[in-house]
T-cell receptor, first 112, second 116 residues
Framework: ELKVEQNPLFLSMQEGKNYTIYCNYS?????LYWYRQDPGKSLESLFV?????AVKQEGRLMASLDTKARLSTLHITAAVHDLSATYFC????????????FGQGTRLTINP | KAGVTQTPRYLIKTRGQQVTLSCSPI?????VSWYQQTPGQGLQFLFE???????NKGNFPGRFSGRQFSNSRSEMNVSTLELGDSALYLC???????????????FGPGTRLTVL
């Protein structure tokens, strides 16, 4: 059974600092997603990573994938308050499947 | 392009009742998936429909069921509600050319169900 683990689960940081969220998964998968969720809101798609070594960047967020290590990272550069949210990684199980297995989420709080 | 819409947004029911939630996917998307989000269990997959056929099912009891219509709109039904069914129910749609494909899922705002 595919398991997805994120760490840390809670992260409080200051504006301007850099930090990384880690996502480990237990079995081979086609693709990995990162989503953002604001309190009381739905999930917003951030990145989809399809192959080993894939790197995607959007603004202050950069995601990467190492399929050999079954590890993805979400790196935050020079954090700003607007990035405060809960971040989820999710992995697809099985070829041709739409079933996403989510990590527990990382609640990120960025303080001025 | 309009996003995924879900109705109702909030719902309060009592134990033993049943409930039907509705989801309209992004125009052109034929795949609709449902997820349950709770503080204790996190986000869990319920089922996926593609062209009116259930493609995948998560580990939920038979009280949870769904269907998809020819216009790709989907409904989810929960019968004999239990307190533990209180959750945010999220619907997601994706564009897949064929049922065996995988594509990014775009989530709706969710229906917050409270069971008293």
């Amino acid at each position: 059974e595919l398991k997805v683990e994120q760490n840390p689960l809670f992260l409080s940081m200051q504006e301007g600092k850099n930090y990384t969220i880690y996502c480990n998964y237990s079995t081979t998968s086609d693709r990995l997603y990162w989503y953002r969720q604001d309190p009381g809101k739905s999930l917003e798609s951030l990145f989809v990573l399809l192959s080993n070594g894939a790197v995607k960047q959007e603004g202050r967020l950069m995601a990467s994938l190492d399929t050999k290590a079954r590890l993805s990272t979400l790196h935050i550069t020079a954090a700003v308050h607007d990035l405060s949210a809960t971040y989820f990684c999710a992995v697809v199980t099985g070829q041709g499947a739409q079933k996403l297995v989510f990590g527990q989420g990382t609640r990120l709080t960025i303080n001025p | 392009k309009a996003g995924v819409t879900q109705t109702p947004r909030y719902l309060i029911k009592t134990r033993g009742q049943q409930v039907t939630l509705s989801c309209s996917p992004i125009s052109g998307h034929r795949s609709v998936s449902w997820y349950q989000q709770t503080p204790g269990q996190g986000l869990q997959f319920l089922f996926e429909y593609f062209s009116e056929t259930q493609r995948n099912k998560g580990n939920f009891p038979g009280r949870f069921s769904g269907r998809q219509f020819s216009n790709s709109r989907s409904e989810m039904n929960v019968s004999t509600l239990e307190l533990g069914d209180s959750a945010l129910y999220l619907c997601a749609s994706s564009w897949k050319a064929a049922p065996e494909m995988t594509d990014t899922q775009y989530f709706g705002p969710g229906t917050r169900l409270t069971v008293l």
